[in-house]
């Protein structure tokens, strides 16, 4: 069966996810793999976004442009 490993867990989420598991009586990987299987069967919220579509608008400039001529931010 394929597994799945999942890093830097805060302290908090692993300690409450070890709370949970007690609550329930199972183990944290029992507790974990049931969550896992509930949120996955739930449908998706809210509709489906439309798909994303794109224009190309002729400017009439033919001087290159760069990631900073449209955003102000340190990537």
């Not at 709370?19 to 739930?42: K, Y």
Request: aromatic share 4%; glycine share 4%; hydrophobic share 35%.
């Amino acid at each position: 069966m394929p597994a799945l490993h999942v890093r830097d867990v805060p302290d908090e989420t692993l300690l409450a996810l070890k709370r949970r598991a007690a609550r329930h009586g199972h183990s944290v990987q029992q507790e974990t793999r049931s969550m896992l299987i509930r949120l996955a069967a739930e449908p998706l919220a809210g509709p489906r976004p439309r798909p994303l579509r794109l224009h190309t608008v002729a400017t009439g400039l033919t001087d290159p442009f760069d990631r900073d001529d449209f955003y102000d931010d340190e990537r």
